[in-house]
């Protein structure tokens, strides 16, 4: 089994930042990718952003250029960096993790964090 705790959430002014974190720890697991998802009230759970294991990057078009993805593969950490936060940025923010291959692959959430951009 996998836990994943996140931390880094909070309110913020738009244009400030943020920089989220998801520690992964549990015993004997080798992940694949590692990425953020986001949801605000009434939408859909969207990706924000992933890294894989070779360190190429996916980001929503939302999101490009403001914030950025990256890992600490020695902790297990992955990191959200959110800068020029915009007030369409608030929603609940999840890291997921995929580890294993075939029939040994799981998928595991984090809790979520709140991050409300507001003035």
């Known amino acids: 089994q996998v836990q994943l705790l996140e931390s880094g959430g909070g309110l913020v002014q738009p244009g400030g930042s943020l920089k989220l974190s998801c520690a992964a720890s549990?015993?004997?697991?080798?992940?694949?990718?590692m990425g953020w998802y986001r949801q605000a009230p009434g939408q859909q759970r969207d990706l924000v952003a992933s890294?894989?294991?070779?360190?190429?990057?996916e980001y929503a078009d939302s999101v490009k250029d403001r914030f950025t993805i990256s890992t600490n593969n020695a902790k297990n950490t992955v990191y959200l960096q959110m800068l020029s936060l915009k007030p369409e940025d608030t929603a609940v923010y999840y890291c997921?993790?995929?580890?294993?291959?075939?029939?040994?692959?799981?998928?595991?959430w984090g809790q979520g964090t709140q991050v409300t951009v507001s003035p």
């Open positions: 549990g015993n004997s697991f080798s992940i694949n990718s």
């Open positions: 890294i894989s294991i070779t360190g190429s990057t």
């Open positions: 997921k993790i995929n580890t294993g291959v075939g029939v040994y692959a799981s998928v595991y």
